[in-house]
């Protein structure tokens, strides 16, 4: 672990631990994974433009979201069975964030239940929400939460069917027997059935609702005061529906390219995005993000802040907590490095003017 120099490393030694099945599980995309490498790709293609002789001896990273102060724009993003990747799964995943002073955000299909997460400690918490066809079920999911103190929900719009995620069919990948969806496990949806193909593509078939629509969205506002964000908006026209339809923020992410393959990395529909909502919600990024300077271009780009997956499955299984706090500073770190080499003390400081990408028209410098 004192070797360990960024957060990519952390994939290596998780690849080495895990079973062939949970790690393919994690790691893969959909189809030929182009969108899962230009993920972090597309980071790549944007250069700063830092400014100098500022005084940078103080750096502020704190921010509110949805009004919750958090001391940095760093969040964690849901991603499913954590136990998979070490014994303490979920209630490591957060207790790290709560240490880091984050939130965390919860799957759905997590291998420990809302009260489980809830009872580790104090924290902000949201919730991600997969509406299944039994909407009383999805209701008295959404309830509790909401008496667990979670304080909003991530309704991932984006997997009405799930993508085509090749590693999994090879490996006819299911939960292992000794695991199961904790928040499904008191109405028996908490197993999943082995089969020929991937497992989970035979659950999320069978249970998820392929109707779901933006009116949905109104409906969840109904049961619920918690506010919804929309997570998997990539174009400016669903960002305005987002806005119509009262979501309380939108999070720009492809699904971790593991739905449609071939949709652009989300830094690269992050503006269009962005420009849509006309600063009336919040934007947030989900999505290839892997060092310090990744934030930075997102925040540049207009995001109010960014969530991390992988990262934080492939630490987890690594190092447990341990690794998952290890995590969250490194990328802290660098985001105070990048903040100060480019002149910039707040993150109201961070502008458009800070980055420039391969369409940017050249820029004249303005007369003195």
């Not at 672990?1 to 030694?13: A, G, H, L």
């Not at 999943?192 to 035979?202: E, W």
Request: glycine share 6%.
């Amino acid at each position: 672990m004192e070797m360990i120099t960024n957060v990519s490393e952390f994939e290596k030694i998780a690849k080495e631990k895990l079973p062939k099945m949970v790690y393919d599980y994690y790691a893969s995309g959909a189809e030929d994974q182009w969108t899962l490498k230009e993920n972090e790709r597309a980071f790549s293609r944007i250069l700063f433009r830092p400014r100098i002789l500022i005084d940078v001896s103080k750096i502020d990273l704190r921010t509110t979201v949805l009004g919750f102060n958090i001391s940095m724009p760093i969040m964690i993003a849901p991603t499913a069975m954590q136990k998979m990747a070490h014994p303490e799964g979920e209630f490591a995943t957060a207790r790290a964030a709560s240490a880091a002073d984050t939130i965390m955000t919860l799957s759905s299909w997590a291998t420990s239940s809302i009260e489980e997460v809830a009872s580790t400690g104090p924290g902000i918490r949201f919730f991600q929400l997969y509406v299944y066809k039994d909407r009383n079920m999805v209701a008295q999911l959404v309830k509790r939460a909401e008496k667990a103190g979670f304080k909003a929900i991530a309704l991932t719009v984006d997997t009405p069917w799930l993508g085509r995620r090749e590693a999994d069919i090879k490996n006819r990948f299911t939960l292992p027997p000794n695991l199961s969806l904790k928040n499904f496990e008191d109405i028996d949806l908490g197993k999943m059935d082995k089969t020929n193909d991937s497992g989970l593509a035979s659950y999320v078939a069978g249970q998820t609702d392929r109707s779901l629509s933006w009116k949905d969205v109104k409906w969840l506002q109904t049961i619920t005061r918690l506010p919804i964000l929309v997570k998997g908006v990539i174009t400016a026209e669903d960002a305005q529906l987002a806005v119509q339809h009262g979501a309380a923020g939108i999070i720009v992410s492809n699904h971790g390219a593991r739905q449609l393959d071939y949709v652009p990395a989300t830094i690269m529909a992050l503006e269009e995005v962005v420009k849509a909502t006309r600063g009336m919600i919040p934007v947030f990024l989900d999505g290839g993000v892997r060092r310090g300077t990744d934030v930075f271009k997102a925040l540049a780009l207009g995001a109010s802040g960014v969530f991390i997956g992988r990262p934080v499955l492939f630490s987890l299984a690594a190092a447990g907590e341990t690794g998952v706090r290890k995590v969250l500073q490194m990328l802290r770190d660098e985001f105070e490095l990048t903040m100060a080499l480019s002149g910039c003390r707040s993150l109201k400081e961070i502008t458009r003017d800070h980055i420039i990408m391969e369409w940017d028209r050249p820029r004249i410098a303005p007369r003195l």
